[in-house]
């Protein structure tokens, strides 16, 4: 199954879409414009149902097979924008300052409306596939708000699918793995307070910097000697704050950073041990130490019959060479993770060439990706639900 000659006849008019869908980014849950934009193309190709307002904004749209009755699989793409100021100067740049799509969540919207399209007019399939647009991934856990607003029990989901574009990954080349494919991302923040004072006199002060400056270098032994070296996880302190002028020992400070981990075990340790280092840092300093620890989303974890599933499907569009069943797990945080605790799917990485990085503000998705990541989704679901 190759590039699908619909989507490949049709792929600038899907990149229209995407230039559209470009040009007007909205954050988090608040989307009413890209909420309205997908529904009405949905409506018009003939969706046997859409239904909107699922987790607050989310679009969840179904095509039946016109092969027969059979189970019910999603395939999702995400909606929301991030607020980054464009430095494309493209012609359909965002024309919302301070707004931009950065991850290319407008491709993943064209790809799966294009998808869609061929679906609706298709329908060589057995059972029924929702098409998923989920709002707020972009650290508003929109998976989560959607799965609780009854998304996979209300329409009766039996798999899941996911796909993200990937910079640096060659045009017409996917990468997936079994397992984690991408890391928890959690968020911790310490809380130091000693006593202030002047810095002439520090003797009768509890110096809240210095212990700050302690728990810097403390918390890099959580990787370098507190995790099996085989495995990989981060603990980055990204934020140090204390101090107004440069003659008085200030009372308070505070040190914060991420944790990203690629196995529960791990997550749970990293805040284990944060507890522990900043409380005896703490101690040693004469300063108190609270800590804050938040657990973003979780781990993204690839069913290994589902991977293997989609890189066969992946491999029947590009060909089996321009398919990495082995890729390397990144260190970032998807929120597919949520759906995929519930029900077993895949989430697999689709080229975007030599592009600028993901949120970075001279990003832009490649439309010579669309024709690949539109034919995967027509694949995937016609080889999920075979006609019986």
């Not at 996911?162 to 923040?189: K, Q, S, V």
Request: aromatic share 6%; net charge negative; charged share 20%.
């Amino acid at each position: 199954m190759p590039v699908k000659p619909s989507i490949a006849e049709n792929r600038h008019r899907i990149a229209g879409w995407r230039r559209e869908l470009h040009a007007m980014p909205e954050l988090l849950y608040d989307l009413p414009d890209t909420s309205a934009y997908l529904t009405a193309r949905l409506r018009a190709f003939g969706c046997d149902e859409v239904a909107t307002g699922i987790g607050r904004s989310g679009v969840v749209a179904l095509v039946e097979g016109g092969a027969g009755p059979g189970r019910t699989i999603a395939l999702r793409a995400d909606m929301d924008a991030l607020p980054i100021t464009e430095e494309t100067g493209l012609a359909y740049g965002s024309q919302r300052p301070g707004r931009m799509h950065a991850c290319g969540h407008d491709g993943h919207m064209a790809m799966l409306l294009g998808a869609a399209e061929a679906l609706c007019a298709t329908r060589r399939f057995a059972g029924r596939v929702a098409l998923v647009f989920q709002p707020a991934e972009e650290g508003g856990a929109g998976a989560r708000a959607m799965i609780d607003d009854g998304l996979l029990d209300r329409f009766a989901i039996e798999a899941v699918y996911g796909m993200h574009n990937l910079p640096g990954l060659p045009l017409g080349r996917f990468a997936i793995c079994a397992g984690a494919i991408m890391a928890a991302t959690d968020e911790f923040c310490v809380r130091l307070r000693g006593r202030g004072g002047h810095a002439a006199i520090p003797q009768q002060s509890a110096d809240s910097v210095l212990a700050g400056a302690a728990l810097v270098q403390a918390l890099q032994q959580i990787v370098s000697r507190n995790t099996d070296p085989l495995e990989a996880m981060v603990v980055s302190v990204t934020q140090f704050h204390a101090g107004f002028v440069h003659n008085v020992i200030p009372e308070t400070a505070t040190v914060s950073g991420t944790v990203r981990s690629l196995s529960e075990e791990n997550r749970l340790a990293a805040e284990r041990r944060i507890r522990e280092i900043a409380a005896g840092i703490g101690a040693a300093h004469g300063v108190s130490a609270e800590v804050e620890y938040v657990r973003n989303y979780p781990v993204t974890r690839n069913d290994a019959r589902e991977a293997e599933f989609c890189a066969d499907v992946a491999a029947g569009v590009v060909g089996a060479e321009m398919v990495d069943r082995a890729a390397r797990p990144l260190m970032g945080g998807e929120d597919f993770s949520f759906m995929l605790n519930e029900r077993p799917g895949a989430f697999i990485f689709v080229g975007n060439g030599d592009s600028a990085g993901l949120h970075h503000p001279r990003y832009d998705f490649d439309d010579e990706a669309i024709a690949f990541g539109s034919s995967y989704w027509i694949a995937l679901a016609e080889s999920a639900l075979p006609p019986s």
